[in-house]
């Protein structure tokens, strides 16, 4: 360890298995170099990005080639110099880690330069626009009301664009740019002090890239893209006050872990969760090794933010457990079910083009054996280190679960790509533990170079993985035009110029049945409340008693409707928010020009895709 | 910085300052944003020296600075919430301001007290060193192209996405003048599902009650277009309008609302006079009569013409 984190931990001299393998072509790029390889790499991909813009979208061959090109040439000559350059100094790797973040992250942002794409940052923009024009927490936001009560991410923004007068989309870019770098450079510290190793820390960074979420829902500007940064700074913090000489640093740097634990707590739930888990993990794997003191100041840390996460929860966020009630009672009934031989309901990937299949099977199993490997050599090489030992049982088990979230639950792809954000941490140790190891075993060196370039073409194929099977999937790789009901894909400047029409002309929070194309942009530019699960309006090309009822029932006031609906499927599978039955054929266009001829049903926009409803201009539903 | 080792706190208060007058003052962004970007990172640079007193290597200095200029704003704004100090933008930058200035004190009372410090932590040098590869100019240069590179992509997506071809459209809409703010507040205030179901049910009154309504027209067809709007009431033929608009510019007109009868409005662009493009309506329905007495290409639209 090169002993940048000053630690007691760092002391320890390089061993034999931490020496690089044999140095490769890649060993010999300075990082200047390397940096210019991912700048033309952000450069490559982002010209795939306007080939899909010039009109072929994801279906364009040399748009997506462009793009893995650009991608290749970001990851290969950063993975080559991390997992094969014999001599590489903390610095080093540091500047490597922080092009290849940066790299990623202005992908994201040149995917939707002009801005928000991504339909959970329209939640934010709300909430931060409602925060600045009212100047209150906690403010009501339809489309996310859990956010409302984890403004963190907000109050940033808004203390930002106060400060600058920046607009909310370029201090949001700012915001979630700078907590990304942050997460990834903390995360990378504290894995230096657990590891004792610069270099392999550097390779479970790389690895850690391999979590799907990583590059999309982490660096987009949500409120757990925040959090994280905080996470990663509270373990830091955490292990200096307990390796710290100094009793005063040691004290010091409690102080910021507990101011840590404070804004990841207001920040974001699960987050928070993860890092009272994670406090206690280490806590208890420092006892069970033996080091009192690191266990006493990780328990102490551990109830800090238990009592803050109870304390949040009971008076200021109640409603955080009704959200996440039938996910979990979901996730338990699946695999219940499963476990007593019926269907665990989980949704089919067939959908998904095989080569992102294979690549995710192949990616599971490589990463799978790399767990086991590393926790064997974490039992018998680092059995008395608390963090090692920590991450070794918080690996094996989360991936375990992990797993069988993704095989035995409804929604299980989806919640195990997202939960893989922390999964990967311990994950990642294990598996960049393992690979050293692998690489520097005597029947390996013999081959050299050989085997070092089978690790880095490995490597970056696992990284890949997470790109191809994260987010935006596939069939929206690439900007391109519209496509319905698909998240960004859907995302045009004619919904946002009807978004802001809805705020300018009918004025905010009005209950609109939409499709799900449109529905994050009338919650972020409109300020309105559309509604969820409401294709049953859309299900008839009759205007019923029953529809009436229904509609009267829940309030709705607008009805939106798109002809695209009419002429194509969805690549998502459904049509509107919170649906979970796959139409086979679209919608025939009686099932939405039956409002036209509705009395008491006032036609008030229409643009000729996109038409607009007034159900209760008469003051209520009206009846057939 | 450790040379003259209160510059960096006399810099600190002098950006508080011209900062928090630049946002006061509204200033140009040209002045505003490096002002208000230091603004908003001294407090956590102050802080960060403040509470750890340590000489971090850079990066580490830097990080912590970043993630307590990130915690501050959160942990001020909920206290600010807690005295009932509205979160506005003078109270953000004032918030910014005194905790640099207290952050100023903090360190300078440190620095005074003579907290000892040791010398920057220094990489331990656990393994060898790194190569130098070449020229510090030549890599500077590099890492210079690869900046601009980056940078060059970044305006290359904005120019791009900004050029990107979508179909042209024009809109017309017809909307009641609706005041439901009060009841909307009352809504978002209370953060209730109940008071949210009152205030759609007061939303609905109010929508009934309208007596004025919004005709607008935008144009999104990416070129200048000429239009001609005409409006009926009971079936017959009340107004017109000739309206040229830009792209991107919009027409507006407030008229009278009512449900009582028939509102129909009918919208062309020229040179086709004959088949309107879009229409709205106000859901009321016209007798059999009138709507055979209405050119046939508009009887469809009216809401009665087809039983559902």
Redesign the interface.
């Given at each position: 360890?090169?002993?940048?984190?000053?630690s007691r931990a760092?002391?320890?001299?390089?061993s034999r298995a931490?020496r690089a393998p044999e140095a490769s072509v890649f060993s010999?790029v300075?990082?200047?170099?390397i940096?210019?390889s991912?700048?033309?790499g952000?450069?490559i991909s982002?010209?795939g990005?306007?080939d899909g813009?010039a009109?072929a979208g994801s279906s364009s061959g040399p748009g997506i080639a462009l793009y893995w090109l650009g991608q290749v040439l970001i990851l290969l000559p950063i993975a080559g110099r991390l997992i094969s350059r014999r001599?590489?100094?903390?610095?080093?790797t540091?500047t490597l880690l922080v092009i290849l973040t940066?790299?990623e992250y202005?992908l994201k942002?040149?995917y939707?330069?002009?801005g928000f794409g991504f339909n959970d940052e329209f939640l934010h923009w709300r909430g931060t626009t409602n925060?600045?024009e009212?100047?209150?927490?906690?403010?009501?936001n339809y489309g996310l009301?859990i956010g409302?009560h984890y403004?963190?991410i907000e109050?940033?923004t808004?203390?930002?664009i106060?400060?600058?007068?920046?607009s909310v989309f370029e201090a949001g870019l700012v915001?979630a740019g700078?907590?990304h770098l942050?997460y990834i450079?903390?995360l990378y510290?504290a894995f230096c002090v657990a590891i004792r190793s610069?270099?392999i820390a550097g390779i479970a960074i790389l690895l850690y890239y391999s979590a799907p979420a990583l590059t999309s829902f982490n660096s987009m500007f949500i409120y757990e893209t925040?959090a994280l940064?905080?996470f990663g700074?509270c373990i830091v913090a955490g292990l200096r006050s307990a390796i710290e000489k100094s009793p005063s640093?040691r004290r010091?740097?409690f102080?910021?872990a507990v101011?840590?634990i404070?804004?990841t707590v207001?920040?974001h739930h699960v987050t928070s969760y993860m890092l009272t888990a994670f406090l206690i993990l280490v806590a208890i794997a420092s006892r069970v090794t033996g080091s009192r003191n690191t266990a006493a100041r990780f328990g102490i840390l551990a109830t800090i933010s238990a009592l803050s996460v109870i304390g949040w929860i009971a008076f200021i966020a109640r409603d955080t457990i009704s959200y996440f009630s039938p996910t979990v009672v979901g996730m338990v009934a699946s695999l219940k079910n499963l476990t007593n031989g019926g269907s665990s309901g989980a949704t089919s990937t067939s959908s998904s083009p095989f080569g992102n299949l294979a690549l995710e099977i192949v990616g599971l199993l490589l990463i799978t054996v790399l767990i086991s490997i590393g926790a064997w050599q974490a039992w018998k090489r680092h059995r008395r280190h608390p963090w090692i030992m920590g991450m070794a049982i918080g690996g094996t088990l989360g991936w375990i679960a992990s797993l069988g979230i993704r095989l035995g639950t409804a929604d299980g792809q989806e919640l195990a790509g997202r939960a893989a954000t922390y999964i990967y941490i311990p994950v990642c140790v294990l598996a960049a533990l393992a690979l050293t190891r692998l690489v520097n075993s005597s029947p390996v060196r013999r081959f050299g170079s050989v085997v070092t370039a089978f690790v880095v073409a490995a490597v970056t194929a696992l990284v890949i993985d997470g790109l191809a099977n994260g987010w935006p999937p596939y069939w929206e790789r690439l900007?391109g035009p519209?496509l319905v009901a698909a998240f960004e894909a859907s995302v045009?400047?004619?919904e946002v110029?009807?978004s802001n029409?809805s705020l300018a002309?009918?004025?905010?929070?009005?209950?609109i049945a939409s499709d799900q194309g449109i529905y994050p942009v009338l919650i972020g530019y409109g300020g309105q409340?559309p509604l969820q699960q409401i294709s049953w309006l859309y299900a008839t090309d009759?205007?019923t008693t029953a529809l009436q009822g229904r509609a009267s029932g829940q309030?709705v006031?607008y009805v939106e409707t798109d002809t695209r609906l009419t002429k194509t499927l969805s690549p998502n599978g459904v049509y509107f928010p919170g649906d979970t039955t796959t139409p086979t054929k679209p919608l025939p266009l009686a099932n939405l020009t039956?409002f036209?001829?509705?009395?008491?049903?006032?036609?008030?926009?229409?643009?000729?895709?996109i038409t607009?409803y007034?159900l209760?201009?008469?003051?209520?539903v009206?009846k057939? | 910085m450790y040379r003259n080792r209160n510059l960096d706190i006399a810099i600190a208060a002098i950006v508080a300052i011209l900062?928090g007058l630049a946002?006061a003052k509204?200033m140009p962004?040209q002045v505003?944003?490096p002002l208000?970007?230091a603004?908003?990172f001294a407090p956590g640079y102050l802080w960060?020296e403040a509470?750890?007193?340590?000489r971090l290597?850079g990066?580490?200095r830097a990080?912590?600075t970043?993630?307590?200029a990130?915690?501050f704003?959160?942990?001020?704004?909920?206290l600010f919430?807690g005295l009932h100090i509205?979160?506005?933008?003078s109270?953000?930058?004032g918030?910014?301001v005194v905790l640099t200035l207290l952050g100023v004190v903090a360190v300078a009372i440190q620095r005074l007290r003579g907290v000892p410090v040791g010398p920057p932590?220094?990489?331990?040098?656990?393994?060898?060193?790194?190569?130098q590869?070449?020229p510090v100019v030549?890599?500077?240069f590099?890492?210079g192209?690869?900046?601009?590179?980056?940078i060059?992509?970044?305006a290359?997506?904005?120019k791009?996405?900004?050029a990107?071809?979508?179909?042209g459209?024009?809109?017309?809409?017809?909307?009641?003048v609706?005041?439901?703010?009060a009841a909307?507040n009352a809504?978002?205030l209370s953060?209730d599902p109940v008071a949210?179901?009152n205030?759609?049910?007061a939303?609905?009154?109010a929508?009934?009650?309208a007596t004025q309504a919004?005709l607008?027209v935008?144009n999104?067809q990416g070129v200048p277009e000429q239009y001609k709007l005409e409006f009926r009431q009971k079936g017959k033929l009340t107004n017109t309008w000739s309206i040229t608009l830009n792209d991107g510019q919009t027409w507006h007109k407030t008229i009278a609302w009512t449900?009582n009868y028939s509102m129909l409005a009918d919208l062309y662009r020229l040179p086709n006079t004959s088949t309107p493009?879009?229409?709205?309506?106000?859901?009321?329905?016209l007798s059999d009569t009138t709507i055979k007495a209405l050119p046939s290409v508009l009887k469809a639209?009216v809401?009665?013409?087809?039983?559902?």
């Open positions: 360890m090169d002993g940048s984190l000053g760092a002391v320890r001299r390089p931490e010999r300075p990082i200047s170099v940096a210019l991912a700048a033309i952000v450069l982002s010209m990005y306007a813009r009109g001599q590489m100094s903390n610095g080093s540091i940066i790299a202005l942002v040149n939707s330069p002009l925060m600045l009212s100047g209150k927490l906690f403010e009501l009301p409302t403004p963190g109050e940033v808004a203390a930002l106060s400060a600058t007068g920046l915001v700078a907590a942050l450079l903390f510290l610069h270099r925040l940064a905080f700074m640093d010091r740097w102080i910021v101011l840590c404070f804004a207001i920040t900007p519209h045009d400047p004619e110029d009807i029409w002309e009918l004025g905010p929070g009005w209950r409340d009759k205007w309030n006031q039956k036209n001829h509705i009395q008491g049903v006032a036609r008030v926009y229409d643009d000729g895709t607009f007034d209760v201009s008469l003051g209520y009206p057939p | 900062g946002a509204n962004g505003t944003i208000g970007t603004l908003f960060s509470i750890l007193s340590q290597p990066i580490e990080m912590t970043v993630g307590m990130f915690i704003p959160i942990l001020g704004g909920f919430y509205p979160l506005f933008k109270s953000w930058v918030l910014l932590q220094q990489p331990r040098r656990t393994q060898p060193p790194p190569r590869g070449g030549l890599h500077s590099i890492f192209l690869a900046a601009v590179v980056g060059g992509a970044v290359f997506s904005v791009n996405a900004g990107q071809k979508f179909p459209y024009t809109a017309l809409s017809m909307t009641q609706v005041d439901n703010a909307q809504a978002i953060n949210q179901d205030a759609a049910r939303a609905n009154d929508q009934a009650k919004h607008v935008t999104h449900t493009i879009r229409y709205v309506h106000n859901g009321a329905c639209e809401p009665c013409s087809v039983k559902t």
